[in-house]
């Protein structure tokens, strides 16, 4: 069946990088965008960008710009996120969802199970 | 900030009828669509476009939307549907994805 499995837990000190995996199965990697949400303890969903598998180009949040690279590995049906001067308030579980394209409007019709990255000293 | 406000919280009686609003300007351009999410779980997609329903999601759940607003209802709210609910749509510039601030729904 359709499937994302993210890469587990990472704790970090500020400053450092993170990068989080997002393997995909049960259907046609390249077919579809992949768009990356975090989700800080007890807060709500914030939308951080999106990738195309096919071709590699990606469109960022203004609030992550500079911060997040969107890469993929088509031979490994993999996409990844990495975070970079990573501060406290950057803890949170980061999801993966796959791009539902039913117009202009998008949705996200299938999720991972998340990743809790966590950033302290 | 958000571009899609939502009220906090709503409670609605066992099997009564309940209505989660999604206000923004872009809902004038765009669809929302709908995602419920328990503690500890990844959100589920309930609702999208005009008022369609994923695989799976059952028909107590349907969508509505007039000018800057977008609606979800449950009609006859059962336990399991417990849990916060998050609109989602492009922001005003049309570029980027948002999502509302969420609601959490509580089932007496």
């Known amino acids: 069946q359709v499937q994302l499995v993210q890469s587990g837990a990472e704790v970090k000190k500020p400053g450092a990088s993170v990068k989080v995996s997002c393997k995909a199965s049960?259907?046609?990697?390249?077919?579809?965008?992949m768009h990356w949400v975090r989700q800080a303890p007890g807060q709500g969903l914030e939308w951080m960008g999106i990738?195309?598998?096919?071709?590699?180009?990606?469109n960022y949040a203004q609030k992550f710009q500079g911060r997040v690279t969107m890469t993929r590995d088509t031979s490994t049906r993999t996409v990844y996120m990495q975070l970079s001067s990573l501060r406290s308030e950057d803890t949170a579980i980061y999801y993966c969802?796959?791009?539902?394209?039913?117009?202009?409007?998008?949705?996200?019709?299938?999720w991972g199970q998340g990743t809790m990255v966590t950033v302290s000293s | 900030s958000s571009e899609l406000t939502q009220d906090p919280a709503v409670s609605v009686a066992l099997g009564q009828t309940v209505r989660i609003t999604c206000q923004g300007d872009?809902?004038?351009?765009?669809?929302a669509s709908w995602y419920q999410q328990k503690p500890g779980q990844a959100p589920v997609f309930v609702i999208y476009?005009?008022?369609n329903r994923p695989s799976g999601i059952p028909d107590r759940f349907s969508g509505s939307s007039s000018g800057n607003t977008a609606s979800l209802t449950i009609t006859g709210a059962q336990a399991e549907d417990e849990a916060d609910y998050y609109c989602?749509?492009?922001?005003?510039?049309?570029?980027?994805?948002?999502f509302g601030t969420g609601t959490k729904v509580t089932v007496l």
């Open positions: 969802a796959r791009d539902y394209d039913y117009g202009d409007s998008g949705a996200f019709d299938i």
């Open positions: 049960g259907y046609t990697f390249t077919s579809y965008y």
């Open positions: 990738i195309n598998p096919s071709g590699g180009s990606t």
């Open positions: 872009s809902l004038r351009s765009y669809f």
């Open positions: 476009g005009k008022n």
């Open positions: 989602n749509s492009r922001d005003s510039s049309g570029n980027h994805q948002v």
